[in-house]
């Protein structure tokens, strides 16, 4: 069905509103089952304050909204700092391979303190 960008209609209000809603409880229970598979900020390692962030953004890209594979576990911190580079107008689209590499770099560090 094709929306047009001028809403004349109550019930074409309706329609997006009972669209929105659906995609914003699915988004909740994905999120949730993201962030209890990973359990942990995927930059820091930081357990506590946890959010699921889209790789790809929902707003630019929102046929990847509920897909699991664009959606990456943050803390509070990482995701506005490393995700939207401190600016949440902005993106990272890079955050997975980031993300890679503190993980990999905290292992180095962990094996050189042995």
Not at 22 to 35: G, Q
Not at 61 to 84: K, M, R, S, T, W
Request: proline share 4%; with cysteine.
């Amino acid at each position: 069905m094709r929306i047009s960008p001028i809403i004349k209609t109550q019930q074409e209000i309706q329609f997006l509103k009972d669209a929105g809603i659906k995609v914003w409880r699915n988004w909740r229970k994905l999120r949730k089952e993201v962030i209890k598979k990973s359990k942990v900020c995927a930059v820091c390692g930081y357990a506590k304050k946890l959010e699921g962030h889209h790789i790809l953004p929902r707003h630019i890209f929102p046929q990847y909204a509920l897909i699991e594979q664009n959606i990456i576990v943050l803390c509070n911190d990482c995701h506005f700092h490393i995700g939207h580079w401190n600016d949440w107008k902005d993106y990272n689209p890079s955050i997975r391979r980031l993300a890679a590499e503190a993980i990999l770099l905290k292992k180095v560090h962990e094996e050189e303190l042995k």
